[in-house]
């Protein structure tokens, strides 16, 4: 079996090879950009949820492909997050520092320089910026979020309001594009799904899903953040609402205590804490499966349509979420901390011209990244503005370049705490106002329980660590009185600039309102709206 297994891989490597020489057009692209989609809930990245989470269509990307195993995001949380992937740009440079922002003027966007190349473009489903779509041809999105059930999308074709789960109504309106496009052209699809962003709403068909089966925990569900050692993650609980139960705010636990069949919170003692969050983590762990396998029912679609008109190897396909997300982990859900889970996000790419199937990288790249990937793909010029690096070299499995980034910078504008960082291979190093400098060594403590940065062992990797976030700081243009937390007064000015771009509305104003450090000793971390 394994030698016949050896055949089939060197059969299908010299195909791809020979159909490499052969094709030198464009290819086509498909980047398929969700909500919140954690690394560990994708069967492919071997976490205690494989045999449960089990997405065999987001696999095949792997299987066929490559998976990118520490892809971060420079600012965990929705619109931030999306405006990177599409500028290539860090968020103080494109403009985009919190939710619902606006992407500045002069930022680069991949999907106009392809446009540029004379790529047929479409984007449909969830955008979340205040800018209208730039370089898509035609673009049908949701205002906001949107609603998992019956979405009402406006854009270039008018106004529609369509009956149906979400995800699927997003792929179906996909679908129709690439059976009436313009054949003899490179396209773009922009497929962007609501889902899995809480409350992990589903289709009906997967009601069942899991039901009557008790799912993994993560090492770290019941770890008593309120006594630990890190007031990066104190800070966090003491004022939102993203802890399964002991939130400054409403916890996941009264959020959904009542919920109903067939998402109904499983039976509990109630006066036992460790048994509520029990509950709750088993509540959202049903829910969320259910949600994600909608999105690997559609991406089967799409393969599919690609598949019958015989252009499956000529597509690259992309499989991303905007950033990571808490399954438990810590007790949280959610995201926006610098920590594992939450600034790592799931990368699957599937191009058999180019990538050698079931490829694993462990290179440190950034979602920034996506756009001169893209760009350099199409042969494109790639603009002197984009900060990201083309992954193309990696994708071909070349060795890393020898000035290739040597750790990730982070930035966190959007809640309590402000804070910013650099994660490397090894540790994770974060500074704030609001506290003193952590450190966590994610070889020796992989669950990122501990705060060694007190520990007299790792003074000079804490030295070589804060010598480091320096460093990236320099090598991205960021002004130290521009980071986040930092100076008050220029976070008001970044403030009154988006609020001025925007006709006068705040940043989020109406949803999610945004604080100061210096306006609120207790800054609110805005809710699951985002």
Same mark, same amino acid.
């Given at each position: ?30 980047? +398929? ?59 103080? +440079?494109?403009?985009?520092? $919190? ?9 680069? %966007? ?32 949701? *205002? ?49 799904? *609501? ?64 919920? %109903? ?25 049903? *829910? ?12 089967? !679609? ?40 939450? /600034? ?5 790419? $599937? ?100 705060? /060694? ?9 804490? !030295? ?57 000793? *207790? ?5 699951? !709206?985002?």
């Amino acid at each position: 079996m394994k030698g016949n297994r050896s055949a089939g891989f060197i059969v299908y490597f010299y195909a791809a090879l020979s159909s490499m020489a052969i094709s030198a057009e464009q290819p086509n692209m498909v980047v +398929v950009l969700v909500d919140d989609h954690a690394y560990e809930a994708i069967s492919a990245y071997e976490s205690h949820l494989k045999d449960y989470a089990q997405t065999p269509t987001i696999d095949r990307l792997f299987h066929e492909g490559m998976r990118f195993d520490n892809m971060t995001v420079p600012n965990s949380i929705c619109s931030p997050s999306r405006a990177a992937i599409l500028t290539g740009q860090f968020s103080h +440079v494109n403009g985009v520092l $919190r939710l619902n922002g606006r992407i500045n003027e002069d930022s680069p %966007q991949y999907p106009a320089e392809l446009q540029k190349l004379g790529y047929q473009t479409f984007l449909v489903g969830k955008w979340h910026l205040e800018n209208s779509p730039k370089g898509y041809d035609k673009h049908m999105t949701v *205002k906001g979020q949107g609603a998992y059930f019956d979405p009402q999308l406006s854009g270039s074709e008018g106004s529609w309001k369509r009956e149906g789960y979400s995800t699927d109504v997003y792929t179906d309106i996909a679908l129709d594009w690439l059976e009436s496009r313009d054949r003899k052209k490179p396209f773009l699809l922009s497929l962007q799904f *609501k889902a899995p962003h809480h409350d992990y709403g589903h289709a009906e068909r997967y009601n069942n899903l899991l039901a009557g089966v008790t799912i993994p925990e993560p090492p770290t569900l019941y770890e008593d953040v309120r006594r630990e050692d890190s007031n990066l993650k104190k800070l966090f609980i003491r004022d939102s609402a993203f802890h399964m139960l002991h939130s400054g705010r409403r916890s996941y636990y009264e959020r959904h205590q009542n919920d %109903q069949v067939p998402d109904a919170m499983g039976q509990h003692d109630a006066k036992s804490d460790r048994d509520r969050i029990r509950a709750a983590y088993q509540h959202q762990i049903h *829910k969320y499966i259910r949600c994600i396998r909608g999105n690997d029912d559609n991406l089967k !679609r799409v393969l599919g349509s690609l598949e019958a008109q015989g252009i499956l190897d000529d597509t690259v396909v992309i499989y991303t979420s905007d950033q990571g997300y808490w399954l438990g982990q810590h007790g949280l859900y959610d995201k926006r901390l610098i920590l594992e889970s939450s /600034v790592r996000t799931p990368f699957l790419i $599937r191009y058999p011209r180019m990538i050698m199937p079931a490829s694993v990288n462990a290179d440190l790249t950034i979602n920034i990244d996506v756009a001169p990937t893209l760009l350099e793909l199409a042969g494109a010029e790639i603009p002197p503005t984009m900060q990201g690096r083309s992954l193309v070299p990696l994708l071909k499995g070349e060795p890393v370049p020898p000035n290739w980034r040597t750790s990730q910078l982070y930035t966190y504008w959007g809640g309590t705490p402000k804070h910013y960082g650099v994660r490397d291979k090894r540790f994770t190093y974060v500074e704030s106002d609001l506290f003193s400098a952590e450190l966590f060594d994610r070889k020796l403590d992989p669950q990122q329980q501990h705060n /060694v940065a007190g520990n007299l062992e790792y003074a000079t990797v804490l !030295r070589d660590m804060k010598a480091e976030l320096r460093k990236q700081i320099e090598n991205c243009g960021i002004g130290v009185e521009e980071l986040p937390g930092a100076n008050v007064e220029a976070d008001r000015k970044v403030i009154a600039g988006q609020r001025a771009a925007k006709g006068g509305r705040g940043v989020g104003e109406g949803k999610e309102a945004t604080k100061t450090a210096g306006e609120s000793g *207790k800054e609110r971390v805005g809710t699951s !709206r985002e």
